[in-house]
């Protein structure tokens, strides 16, 4: 099978959805298929061992960070030459509408996944307004595709209350047990989150530093906390932020990990809190519950797809400081039900492998391609 697949971010951005295709590509690749890449520039020329294509692309103005690839003509007779079988649009939004106009121009079957909920985005960007506007342009590029992929649950509820048709919950997502496990765990790594607290209560933070991830909690949480510290593993916009709010003496912000040093800085923590309403699933959940680190997470998203409250995690109300910290003072005081929370998320955790999530998207390609009438534009 020939796929070709258009992303709105690559390497060397760090996210879900990089983490994803990152561990997703080389399963594909490994069950034969030929896998082309569309990506912004910035990207690497090779994604594993998958060709990039790049688009011009330009920094988004209230986040320069992330840039936006942009569609041009060139990018269309790529795609006609590779003569893919599917093309899928992950998280289309610039980049991605213009992989499915091409898509839809050659008469090609579209999966599109939604990964990103951007209408929640604009509403800590002062933007609330425009989130009417950005359920359109959504509903309007999904309702293209032949099938519409979600990776939780609730989120697909809510896609399909918002009139975008064809949703399947598939590719929910993986972990590498063997690389986050809690041997991994280590005194070293531990005095380095908490600038040698290393006795104290430690809670950790994975992920990006912005606006959208419910980070306005953690300031108000550690105040109810007094003998924990606090290791945030991450950076973006928001990090000026949370310097100005957080008591450097109790957190650390590390900037980004990856590969086992995340693995160990996760593992040696006592508990790990989630605190984003936006998330559409939330690997790092799955990460910690394989590390044998205990989860408490807002009850939004897609958290509650991997959470259930009082067996292997604790959910808290979003936006909640008191009640995440109450969250944490339990799984940090109470040690048989810690102990048993640790192994329900442990056991969770062996369920979801990247190969099981990859079979499942290959499956949902292999319909796509079945279904010879592609939907009508919306």
Not at 167 to 173: N, P
Not at 190 to 206: C, F, H, K, N, Q
Not at 330 to 352: F, K, N, P, Q, Y
């Amino acid at each position: 099978m020939r796929v070709a697949v258009f992303t709105e971010t690559a390497p060397p951005n760090v996210n879900g959805v990089v983490r994803r295709l990152d561990a997703t590509i080389p399963i594909l690749e490994s069950a034969g298929d030929e896998v082309l890449v569309f990506a912004p520039a910035g990207a690497p020329a090779r994604w594993r061992d998958a060709e990039v294509v790049h688009a011009p692309s330009i920094p988004l103005p209230m986040y320069p960070e992330i840039v936006v690839g942009i569609p041009r003509p060139a990018l269309r007779a790529r795609l006609e030459r590779f003569a893919p079988d599917i093309v899928h649009a992950v998280n289309p939004a610039v980049l991605g509408a213009g992989g499915i106009f091409y898509a839809r121009s050659l008469g090609l079957p579209v999966v599109a996944s939604f990964h990103t909920h951007l209408p929640r985005y604009l509403r800590h960007y002062g933007l609330g307004m425009f989130e009417p506007l950005a359920w359109d342009l959504l509903r309007s590029l999904h309702n293209q595709a032949v099938i519409n992929i979600c990776i939780s649950a609730p989120i697909a509820e809510e896609l399909t209350a918002r009139g975008v048709g064809r949703v399947e919950v598939a590719w929910r997502g993986g972990v590498d047990t063997a690389l986050f496990r809690p041997a991994r765990a280590s005194r070293e790594m531990r005095e380095r989150l908490t600038a040698g607290s290393a006795d104290a209560p430690l809670v950790i933070v994975v992920g990006r530093l912005s606006a959208e991830k419910g980070l306005e909690i953690l300031a108000p949480m550690l105040h109810r906390l007094p003998d924990a510290r606090m290791a945030l593993v991450g950076d973006g916009p928001y990090r000026a932020t949370l310097e100005r709010q957080l008591d450097p003496a109790r957190v650390h912000i590390t900037g980004y990990m990856g590969g086992a040093e995340l693995a160990s800085a996760v593992a040696s923590a006592d508990v790990l809190v989630f605190p984003s309403q936006t998330d559409t699933l939330g690997l790092v959940l799955l990460e910690a519950m394989a590390a044998g680190t205990p989860v408490a997470a807002a009850d939004a998203g897609g958290a509650p797809d991997v959470v259930r409250h009082g067996f292997n995690g604790l959910l808290f109300p979003p936006g909640d400081a008191d009640a995440a910290a109450v969250a944490v003072r339990r799984l940090l005081t109470r040690g048989v039900e810690r102990e048993l929370i640790r192994l329900a998320g442990r056991r969770e955790a062996d369920r979801w492998t990247w190969a099981a999530a990859t079979r499942d998207l290959r499956e949902w390609y292999m319909r796509a391609i079945d279904m010879t009438v592609l939907p009508r534009a919306a």
